[in-house]
């Protein structure tokens, strides 16, 4: 492990603190580490991080459970047992790996590659402390608690998903821990069982909630799951302290284990209202009420909290909240997306099994087979006239497996080159196409070009992953003339329709202010262009293709809304439209 040094190493995660705050969160898990979900521990393999298991599994008196993320789903939650279901001679359920970690800790490794497809066995899991396993039709309920310790060893963008996230308490982050920055142990087996028996009767004032709240919001928090967390974690950190409530320092405790790395914004103060000059009291309200009086000073207390909690964060800490902000903001708003999914005989993601023929090139799936036939080995050896023993496997037992892969995505850019602005709205575009094809190599991503003028629509760039054919494209073509919109929609579905014959999945942003005033046949009306374009929109939505109109009209257009409503797609008035702007509405159309 790289030793911590000063460039590393912010203020608020020096090693003595640093290790105090894993010495609190390795006692924390030991007392009640179910009622909080977890942990999630940021670092590469090394000896802190062993050593901390070790002074964990001391705590708690139980050996950690380890579990692979890339374990398989019937593994996590049980299958059929085929030695018993043989043995039996009818289906016999097994325990899955999660209903065998009851009242245990598991120990989740490379957290951060955790199966999108696994995500929701382990969140609903935690969230209802009980397994469900139904399997040729017998349906099996274990109650499970456990508390998991996600090792994060994610590198650049990589992370654990967000909604693992947000079900385990308490995050840390050891990388600027070496094994010399390891300090004694604060915490003991007597200790632990201590602040078990004391934490269920540590109360929280009405204050204190109010501030973890104000906090939270503060931060930009807003899962409601981080502030039970928080107040748990500050009952549990009172009894490790050996108080008979919590205090301001618990709070303190808690902003740094809980709340702050889930934290999306700088806290901002709330400003103190201007005193107005002071009124003369009437003859009848000369004194406050004690109920106002009381009021008041709860409030000031909050506030004193807070503050106090506040003061005690670095500066560089808050800046690098910011930095972690935009890096998560970068990872979910890639451009690009793979297109629809398709199965598959060979290649792609399995997704289970089904009954099939291997004769005709599917793959087969020994264990389903096998499963499928456990039940009627007793009756087939009873027919058999033999006493072999056999696994009798018939034709209506096999079974292959299934794949599925996403197709390849274009995106169709058609853009309004008519009118005075065709300079500025071609500029828009051609930084949105740039900024897309900056990814497109790892999302599969192509684009395509149709600008629309005069009396027609012209394909300028067909679908290409060239960033040097696109600038190309744009760098030369004139603007100005009428609107013939009908023919730009009817290219950009003609286009779409050849996307979807070569195995793809189109997609389309419209840029334009919505004022058509050529009709098909490329005659200059307002009303014929109008109603041409509403006929060829109705017919490019009966395709179901997804799509954006951007509306660049100086205000937004009823013709705009009325013609991306014939369309059935999204509406985006953007007056004043950027190419960073033209950029994330792809990404929002494409669900990234």
Avoid at 45 to 52: E, K, T
Avoid at 391 to 407: A, G, L, M, T
Wanted: hydrophobic share 40%.
């Amino acid at each position: 492990m790289p030793e911590s040094n000063e460039q590393s190493a912010t203020p608020s995660s020096k090693p003595a603190s640093l290790w105090q705050d894993l010495e609190y969160a390795a006692a924390i898990l030991a007392v009640g580490g179910h009622d909080i979900g977890g942990i999630r521990l940021i670092g590469q393999p090394g000896p802190v991080r062993d050593y901390w298991l070790e002074r964990f599994e001391d705590l708690s008196g139980k050996p950690c459970r380890r579990v692979p993320s890339n374990t398989a789903a019937d593994r996590l939650l049980g299958g059929l047992d085929i030695p018993e279901t043989i043995k039996a001679g009818a289906p016999v359920l097994s325990k899955g790996v999660l209903a065998e970690c009851h009242d245990r800790t598991v120990l989740l490794t490379m957290a951060e590659r955790l199966p999108q497809e696994h995500l929701g066995i382990w969140c609903t899991t935690l969230d209802q402390k009980r397994v469900t396993t139904a399997r040729d039709g017998i349906t099996q309920r274990s109650d499970t608690h456990f508390a998991v310790i996600a090792l994060d060893e994610g590198i650049d963008d990589e992370a654990t998903p967000a909604a693992l996230n947000d079900r385990l308490g308490l995050t840390i982050d050891i990388s600027p821990l070496s094994i010399r920055d390891v300090g004694d142990s604060e915490f003991t087996s007597r200790d632990i069982n201590t602040a078990i028996a004391q934490a269920p009767n540590i109360p929280l004032t009405d204050r204190q909630y109010e501030a973890i709240a104000l906090l939270a919001d503060r931060l930009g928090i807003n899962s409601p799951r981080k502030m039970l967390q928080a107040a748990r974690v500050a009952k549990f950190i009172a009894a490790l302290d050996g108080k008979q409530c919590a205090d301001d320092e618990s709070i303190q405790t808690v902003l740094r284990l809980v709340l702050l790395p889930h934290a999306t914004q700088l806290p901002q103060s709330i400003e103190e209202p201007q005193e107005a000059p002071p009124e003369p009291p009437e003859a009848d309200e000369q004194e406050r009420p004690d109920t106002e009086q009381h009021a008041d000073q709860h409030e000031d207390e909050t506030e004193t909290l807070i503050e106090s909690s506040m003061a005690n964060l670095p500066a560089d800490l808050l800046a690098a909240l910011v930095v972690r902000a935009q890096k998560s903001r970068q990872r979910q708003t890639r451009a690009g997306k793979a297109g629809a999914v398709i199965q598959h005989k060979q290649r792609g993601r399995p997704v289970g099994s089904r009954r099939g023929d291997v004769r005709r090139g599917e793959r087969i799936d020994i264990a389903a087979t096998l499963r499928t036939a456990a039940p009627f080995q007793r009756i087939r050896s009873l027919h058999a006239n033999d006493d072999k023993e056999i696994v009798r496997i018939e034709s209506d037992d096999v079974r292959v497996k299934r794949f599925q892969h996403r197709k390849s995505s274009v995106m169709i850019f058609g853009v309004d080159a008519s009118g005075s602005s065709a300079h500025q709205r071609m500029s828009e575009a051609k930084g949105a196409i740039e900024l897309l094809l900056a990814d497109c190599y790892t999302h599969r991503t192509e684009v395509a070009l149709i600008a629309f003028k005069g009396d027609r629509a012209e394909l300028l760039l067909p679908p290409t992953r060239s960033l040097v054919r696109a600038k190309r494209a744009l760098s030369q073509l004139p603007g100005g003339g009428g609107t013939p919109m009908a023919a730009a929609i009817e290219s950009i579905e003609l286009l779409s329709l050849s996307i979807e014959n070569s195995g793809a999945t189109p997609s389309y942003i419209l840029v334009t202010d919505g004022a058509a005033n050529v009709s098909r046949d490329g005659t200059k009306s307002r009303s014929a262009g109008s109603e041409d374009a509403l006929t060829a929109a109705k017919s490019l939505a009966r395709r179901s293709i997804e799509g954006i109109l951007v509306d660049t009209a100086v205000r937004p257009s009823p013709r705009a809304r009325d013609l991306a409503s014939a369309l059935e797609s999204v509406y985006l008035p953007l007056p004043n439209a950027s190419a960073h702007s033209l950029n994330s509405s792809i990404r929002v159309l494409q669900g990234q």
